[in-house]
């Protein structure tokens, strides 16, 4: 009998605690995304700030022409605002066309989320203080009919999404620091996750309510780190990617799950933190790229000088003297830094599988 009076609230305890972390869900199910991030899910808001033009063959792929993405057609990001029944997210700094009621997306192509080396000055906390002032914006305009017109429920049923760090490494490797120097504790690495966390923060106190964190994607994988950062008697994995550049991808990513455990713990019962293991569903493109029909997975689609990367500084996609591969032959890289449409698409499928998250969860039931 106290054996089972003991295993009775250890069962109601149980039943607290997954009651306490349910997942918020929407009553309508109308899907809101506001992203924050780099080049893996820019739609176009740095081309915008800088008023360049990304060029062909950028954006050849479903789009037939250039859209300010870094890559042949669409972006992860894209495909998942497909699979929830909302619009391409339009870049918050295009002045030209956007539309916003379905979200905005933050991210910006170069983007670290704490290094200050960076040239591009949209680090994660200044994305976090645009969408402060968009909000704010946007309840100050409302009521005159102008603007984005979301109301304040959509902000509070809004799925907010991070993807950044993979700048954080490559610039803390450009400056000459070791391996150990990066993943060191209170290093360059440590200071991402805390911004991270600092940017998760900053959104709740703003009312926001659901996370989905990504960690970094294998950065040791991509053909521009191997054809420029690869030096003699480096370490290469069993996939051909640089080990050293993928050990502080992985410890960049423990950094971010233990913050996204904190926040879970914490906000427990108030809002969902889930962490995405970006880092598996790259990963597995390149070590069992067979199964994608994909031959040579280390070596661009798009760039200069052939096998084994197809990648030469300054001369580089877009550049005259580069050339892309010919279109249906499938490519994990697109131009040796960011990704196929092609393999956007599984990455997405990966990611909305909810098998990649933790805890386990689907994006789409975030919305319903």
Not at 255 to 264: E, N
Not at 345 to 355: E, F, M, T
Request: charged letters at 20%.
């Amino acid at each position: 009998m106290v054996r089972m009076l003991r295993g009775l609230v250890i069962l109601a305890a149980a039943v607290v605690a997954l009651q306490c972390c349910e997942l918020p869900r929407r009553a309508d199910g109308r899907c809101v995304l506001f992203n924050f991030g780099d080049s893996n899910s820019d739609t176009g808001s740095l081309p915008a700030a800088y008023g360049f033009y990304l060029g062909p063959p950028a954006g050849r792929r479903f789009f037939n022409r250039t859209t300010g993405r870094w890559s042949d057609g669409r972006l992860y990001i894209d495909f998942i605002a497909e699979s929830l029944g909302i619009r391409y997210l339009s870049p918050y700094l295009e002045s030209s066309g956007s539309n916003f009621a379905d979200g905005v997306n933050f991210a910006v192509a170069g983007a670290a989320a704490a290094s200050n080396q960076s040239a591009i000055p949209f680090t994660m906390a200044t994305q976090v203080n645009q969408f402060l002032h968009f909000k704010n914006r946007t309840r100050e305009l409302r009521p005159l009919g102008q603007g984005s017109m979301l109301p304040e429920e959509d902000f509070r049923g809004a799925v907010y999404s991070i993807d950044v760090g993979q700048n954080d490494i490559t610039l803390a490797f450009l400056a000459n620091l070791t391996l150990p120097e990066i993943v060191a504790d209170g290093g360059p690495l440590a200071a991402v996750a805390a911004k991270v966390e600092e940017a998760v923060r900053a959104l709740y106190g703003s009312g926001a309510r659901k996370f989905w964190v990504y960690n970094t994607g294998p950065i040791g994988c991509l053909p521009q780190t191997l054809a420029l950062r690869q030096r003699p008697g480096d370490e290469l994995d069993p996939a051909g990617c640089l080990a050293r550049y993928n050990a502080a991808a992985r410890a960049l990513n423990a950094g971010l799950a233990a913050a996204c455990r904190r926040l879970a713990d914490e906000y427990c019962g108030s809002a969902t933190v889930v962490c995405t293991d970006m880092y598996a569903v790259k990963y597995d493109l390149f070590a069992n790229h067979d199964q994608y029909g994909i031959e040579r997975p280390l070596m661009a689609c798009c760039g200069h000088g052939g096998p084994p990367y197809n990648y030469v500084n300054l001369k580089t996609c877009g550049q005259p003297t580069a050339t892309a591969c010919p279109e249906g032959e499938r490519h994990v890289s697109w131009d040796g830094v960011h990704y196929t449409e092609d393999a956007n698409a599984i990455v997405a499928s990966k990611i909305l599988s909810g098998d990649f998250s933790q805890p386990r969860t689907k994006l789409q039931a975030l919305c319903k």
